[in-house]
């Protein structure tokens, strides 16, 4: 079965979608309906702008939105997916792929989205991190008696694939966390360069802003199933759908768990829409069994 996927913040580079642009009208037709939703030229900034510009939270998960379901778009027949899934922000490109969501209604969520992060994050300082080669139990563990010392809250944030797990948080927290952890056999824990702890409850504003956009919002059903990270498991249902979309900016993305299901329910053939190649990093370390591939 062939299962598409779609990336999160963090995958963006400078001239991401340009081709598209460029060579097929279709894209180009769709570029220009987000300059004019967005009310500023976002193309701009993705083809010539400089890595800062693309890195601000407002910026990053529109651009990353764009580049990756015009990309699916832009398939045309070929895009048959018999079941979707995307990581953190790429929930909301796979919802627009399955047409769960329109084009448009993706965009402005993601934006309303992007513009809370971003005031969330500025409200109060946070960070995040990735832990190398430790048992996720192990990271649970250590996180919650980090948040019990006084220092502010640490949560597990991603799981992206064993052996990697990425914490979120306050900085004096995540300090201490990366701390205990490399005391504990943590292979490493990088402090990331992101301004604020995504999927923690530091995000509960963000949510609350975001979830009077979603529940203004129209869902469909999809035509698929989509693997939802709250809880990793096939959702079609646009109720629940919307429910698990708000809880997931204070929830962990549960990315292993959505790859697992999504195996165990027959994919055997993984295509990444969007920039980078993250994702096939990911899966072929979820399982070695499947292919993971980018748009071919």
Known sequence: MKAFVFPGQGAQFVGMGKDLYDNNATAKELFEKANDILGYRITDIMFEGTDDDLKQTKVTQPAVFLHSVISAICMGDAFQPQMTAGHSLGEFSALVAAGALSFEDGLRLVYARAMAMQKACEAQPSTMAAIIALPDEKIEEICAEVSKMGKGVVVPANYNCPGQLVISGNIDAINEACEQLKAAGAKRALPLKVGG????PLMQPAKDELQAAIEKTEFKEPMCPVYQNVDGKPHTNPAEIKQNLIAQLTSSVRWTQCVQSMIADGATDFTECGPGKALQGMIA????????????
């Not at 702890?197 to 923690?200: K, T």
């Not at 370390?285 to 071919?296: F, L, P, Q, W, Y």
């Open 197 to 200: 702890a995504f999927h923690s």
């Open 285 to 296: 370390k979820i399982d070695r069994n499947v292919t993971a591939h980018g748009i071919e």
